[in-house]
């Protein structure tokens, strides 16, 4: 399994390749193994060692294996070149060890060893793809997907050759520089001492340059464009005539200061005729107070300002009181507000504040801390005014978030007693892996009981459905005083994604899998890692009910939590239908 040297490469010399990557070198201009050898300064970044290019191949095979949702050509393609420069790292690492656990240096390959890589791989790489294809067509038909690309899945390895390449050329143009650096030291340290200091500084100016230029720098371009687009509004989205609702007449927060999100929040909604046509009785407009990130500085200061708009539009004094954590550049889900107003019966208020321009899949990665402040500022703010009113005069109040949303609405809980004692109940849809207590809700579940599904407490207060229609288990127990309810699909990459997956095989994987999870997804070291995370900026593009999308079961959840009365199924049935379409 050891590569080769090329006869005018010496073990320490300017073109040898780096440790364990001597290999089988593909001579510039023959582009064969082992044939007529160039300078090595000229070929150093063409040859491919063996044990490398087996690993790749095995692992960029492994790379279609089934992940949670449908992946076209185009996504395949970058999953396989990533996995497969991984899986070539790892078969020089471990052509590495072998030969020091040997004491030998590196030899060239046999002599049939490259002729039976070509013909083996390409082969091994074709029933994997074919396998990939079938698996793939499983995983649509599952959730009803139907859009398909032929071009793009036969286009999907050629796609992973370029990204193979150009990760495989920038590892070799990072070791280029260290070997630079290396010998530049070696004039004033030793050989060792020259390597180690080369790799600190190499590593050093690499984190550097992903992190403060690249990162920040994508981040800052991201944040511009996106405070740009914060400045429109969605087409159909008019200013509120109203005073019920924050921008309209003698609101506190001026219509422009909402932006794009905020506008679309307090502009829409359903209508007391709306309501009055699911609930058959007369209906009150509902409430809906919003600050944006022109309305304020700081995040405390803009949820003092949209809790004062909420009491000015008499939010206080409706029955129910919904306190929502946005997700990203200040969305609330249209599905989880309309949804509870209407069962509310129009006799409800809401309240929300923007936190970044970002959209939520950038927020989720570089925005958390600010998610965080303004999920417990927003809620400490109508919190102490909730306090001040007479218990006889209070709302319910009741908490909701979806994906990071949720995460910064459990910012201003330490647990289920907190959420218990200070709410009505709460509805957190799409939780991502990292949410403190969702995590130790999931970590602390009763035995038994599964991770896409668990029971915390025998569901006294918190629970976990996928499918609030069909109930929430445990089915047999008693679930009185506040619900707080976790919605959750066992195909939501959001949900499921963490690092943790690159070494370790989580307990969702190992367990009977999810109703919309194919059965032949397992969990493999590094490639499950990389296909959840391609997984998530495509976690809405699936149909409702899969995926990050959980549009009409915002019905279900919310009559669950909030214990509404005189709902039929038939109603709830016709509601479903009217959240369905608006979606």
């Not at 109203?242 to 929040?265: A, C, H, K, N, Y």
């Not at 107070?289 to 409706?318: I, P």
Request: glycine residues 12%; contains cysteine.
């Amino acid at each position: 399994m050891s590569g080769t040297r090329g006869p005018q490469e010496h073990p320490n010399g300017a073109g040898a390749p780096a440790a364990g990557e001597a290999g089988a070198g593909l001579a510039a201009g023959s582009g064969t193994p082992g044939g007529s050898a160039q300078p090595a300064r000229h070929r150093k970044l063409l040859y491919a060692t063996l044990p490398g290019s087996w690993g790749a191949v095995v692992l960029g095979c492994l790379s279609f294996t089934p992940s949670l949702l449908p992946r076209g050509g185009l996504l395949q393609g970058m999953i396989c070149g990533i996995t497969a420069a991984i899986g070539y790292g790892l078969g020089v690492l471990a052509a590495c060890v072998w030969r020091a656990f040997a004491d030998r240096e590196p030899r060239p390959a046999r002599r049939r060893s490259w002729p039976a890589f070509f013909i083996g791989a390409p082969i091994l790489f074709g029933v994997f793809f074919g396998f990939g294809q079938y698996w793939q067509y499983e995983i649509r038909r599952l959730m009803g997907v139907t859009d398909y690309s032929v071009p793009l899945a036969v286009a999907s390895p050629f796609i992973a050759v370029l990204v193979f390449c150009l990760l495989l050329l920038t590892g070799r143009g990072i070791r280029g520089i260290y070997r630079r650096l290396s010998d530049l030291l070696k004039r004033w340290v030793g050989t060792r001492a020259a390597r180690a200091v080369g790799w600190i500084l190499v590593t050093g100016l690499a984190y550097l340059i992903v992190t403060s230029l690249l990162l920040d720098g994508f981040v800052a371009l991201a944040n511009q464009a996106f405070s740009v687009r914060n400045t429109t509004t969605q087409e159909g989205v008019h200013q509120p005539t109203t005073s019920l609702r924050s921008g309209g007449p003698g609101s506190l927060v001026p219509w422009d200061s909402l932006g794009l999100q905020g506008r679309g929040f307090t502009g829409t909604g359903p209508s007391p005729s709306d309501i009055t046509g699911f609930t058959h009785r007369p209906a009150a407009e509902p409430i809906r107070a919003y600050a944006g990130l022109a309305s304020s500085d700081s995040t405390e200061s803009r949820a003092s300002l949209a809790v004062a708009d909420l009491k000015r539009a008499g939010g206080f004094q409706r029955k129910n009181l919904l306190v929502v954590t946005t997700t990203g550049s200040g969305w609330v889900d249209p599905a989880a507000v309309d949804s509870f107003e209407y069962l509310a019966g129009g006799d409800s208020a809401t309240v929300a504040i923007q936190y970044s321009y970002l959209p939520s899949w950038i927020s989720y990665l570089v925005d958390q801390s600010k998610a965080r402040a303004a999920g417990r500022d927003l809620f400490d703010a109508v919190y102490d005014a909730w306090l001040q009113l007479p218990q006889s005069r209070r709302p319910r109040l009741f908490v909701a978030g979806e994906s990071l949303g949720s995460f910064g609405s459990e910012a201003a809980f330490s647990g289920e007693a907190d959420l218990r004692i200070r709410t009505a109940g709460t509805l957190f849809a799409g939780p991502p892996n990292f949410n403190p207590l969702f995590r130790q809700f999931s970590d602390q579940r009763d035995p038994g009981s599964p991770e896409i599904q668990p029971v915390y407490r025998d569901g006294r207060t918190v629970r976990f459905t996928s499918n609030p229609a069909t109930g929430v288990p445990p089915a047999d127990r008693p679930w009185d005083g506040t619900r707080v309810l976790y919605l959750m699909h066992p195909s939501d990459p959001i949900v499921w994604w963490s690092p943790r997956l690159i070494f370790n095989a989580p307990d969702w994987l190992t367990e009977q899998h999810g109703k919309d999870v194919l059965k032949g997804m397992l969990w493999l070291p590094f490639v499950t890692f990389w296909q959840v995370t391609a997984d998530l900026p495509f976690s809405t593009g699936v149909p409702d009910g899969h995926g990050h999308k959980y549009t009409a079961e915002y019905v279900d959840a919310w009559n669950a939590v909030m214990r509404t009365a005189d709902i039929t199924a038939q109603d709830l049935a016709h509601l479903k239908e009217v959240i369905a379409a608006e979606g």
